[in-house]
């Protein structure tokens, strides 16, 4: 992706390789999760309410996916840092004001898209057939 793998941009990328590839892995663990507990609550026959817990792990892949996808940690937009070094949980403070805003505003759209993924997933997973 050549620049936004290895720049800061405000509101567009915050995240080099070694976080973006964290957050891939944390959209295929909630994947994971998703498949296995909703396998069991079926297995269980527990009450179709319960299917509804599918949104969790459905909002983490999709937070996870999301971040990896737009090169974006919502967590360190929110908190105004940065990464681009070679080892994941290095971060630089985003000193101008103008840059964080952007950077919060990027984060909050994952944030609303992950939940919006996520209560989709639950809606499916609650109206499928047992």
Same mark, same amino acid.
């Given at each position: $992706? ?5 720049? +800061? ?14 957050? &891939? /892995?944390?959209? @295929?663990?909630?994947?994971? =999760?998703? !498949? ?11 009450? #179709?309410? @319960? ?15 999301? /971040?990896?996808? $737009?090169? %974006?940690?919502?967590?360190?937009? $929110?908190?105004?840092? %940065?990464? %681009?070094?070679?080892?994941?949980? &290095? =971060? &630089? =403070? ?9 950077? #919060? #505003?990027?984060? @909050? ?6 939940? !919006?993924?996520?209560? $989709? !997933?639950?809606?499916?997973?609650? +109206?499928?057939?047992?």
């Amino acid at each position: $992706m050549g620049d936004r793998d290895e720049h +800061y941009i405000p509101g567009v990328c915050n995240i080099g390789k070694s976080e973006t590839k964290r957050r &891939e /892995q944390a959209g @295929w663990l909630g994947v994971i =999760t998703a !498949v296995i507990l909703y396998s069991l609550i079926v297995y269980l026959n527990a009450p #179709r309410l @319960w299917r509804l817990i599918i949104f969790i792990p459905a909002a983490i892949a999709a937070i996870g996916f999301l /971040q990896a996808r $737009m090169h %974006f940690c919502a967590y360190f937009g $929110m908190r105004g840092v %940065f990464n %681009f070094s070679p080892y994941a949980g &290095e =971060t &630089e =403070t985003i000193d101008q004001v103008e840059f964080r805003a952007a950077d #919060r #505003r990027r984060a @909050w759209l994952i944030i609303i898209y992950s939940a !919006v993924i996520g209560a $989709m !997933v639950a809606a499916a997973a609650y +109206y499928l057939p047992p």
